[in-house]
């Protein structure tokens, strides 16, 4: 089964920018993937923020945006506020959407 | 709405088996996937496999192949997750998601069901 790494954690000042990376053992990310993002905050279920790649759905603050950087899906936070910090998941699919691999989660600090 | 309610808690002692329920509402439950995903105490998430609209088929992630079954009621709009041979590295929480395709995978969560296993 692949193995999908994230950062393990990251800094940001409020109002900068920060970017996640998701990197699948098996090879370079591909939009064939469908990569998700999901935001989880103690305590609570995790929210998809990203579908696809890059889209979001309509509770998705514009300020987050997914897309492939390199090998990687990448998500990223432009002008962080103290409401985003939580621990993010990316989310891969596999063989044709039958099998799906979560990443091991970033925990995003915003100081 | 859209609403995914899941059983309450439950604690087993090893060897045992639980099932856990996630009863839908607010959609055409027979239009869509439902996936489960667990995760233990301060680690992350993991996909455990998912049951496709009409129940006859299902997908599971290898790491639990032979220890999980996943069905659904229709009558009650309500889809199960079973877990069996349960050992103290399967407490966590189990949530239930809906899924399909695009914009429809994962879009909407149940809260969550802490399954503790201790002897």
Same mark, same amino acid.
């Given at each position: ?111 | ?53 009409? &129940?006859? %088929? ?7 192949? +032979? @220890?999980? #079954?996943?069905?659904?009621?229709? !009558? ?22 809906? &899924?399909? %395709? ?7 969560? +149940? @809260?969550? #069901?802490?399954?503790?296993?201790? !002897?």
């Amino acid at each position: 089964q692949a193995v999908v790494t994230q950062e393990p954690s990251l800094t940001v000042s409020p109002g900068e920018t920060v970017t996640l990376t998701c990197d699948s053992s098996t090879g370079a990310v591909t939009s064939g993937h469908y990569p998700y993002w999901f935001q989880q905050k103690p305590g609570q279920a995790p929210r998809t923020l990203i579908y696809d790649t890059s889209n979001k759905h309509s509770w998705t603050p514009a300020r987050f945006s997914g897309s492939l950087l390199g090998d990687k899906a990448a998500l990223t936070l432009s002008g962080a506020q103290p409401e985003d910090e939580a621990e993010y998941y990316c989310l891969l699919s596999y063989n044709g959407a039958q099998n799906y691999v979560f990443g091991t989660g970033t925990k995003v600090t915003v100081l | 709405q859209v609403q995914l309610v899941q059983s309450g808690a439950e604690v087993k002692k090893p060897g045992a088996s639980v099932k856990v329920s996630c009863k839908a509402s607010g959609f055409t439950f027979t239009n869509y996937y439902m996936h489960w995903v667990r995760q233990a105490p301060g680690q992350g998430l993991e996909w455990m496999g998912m049951i496709n609209p009409s &129940g006859d %088929a299902t997908s599971y992630a290898q790491k639990f192949q +032979g @220890r999980v #079954t996943m069905t659904r009621d229709t !009558s009650t709009s309500t889809v199960y997750m079973e877990l069996s041979s349960l050992r103290s590295e399967d407490t966590a929480i189990y949530y239930c998601a809906r &899924g399909g %395709a695009g914009i429809l995978n994962f879009d909407y969560w +149940g @809260r969550g #069901t802490l399954v503790t296993v201790s !002897s």
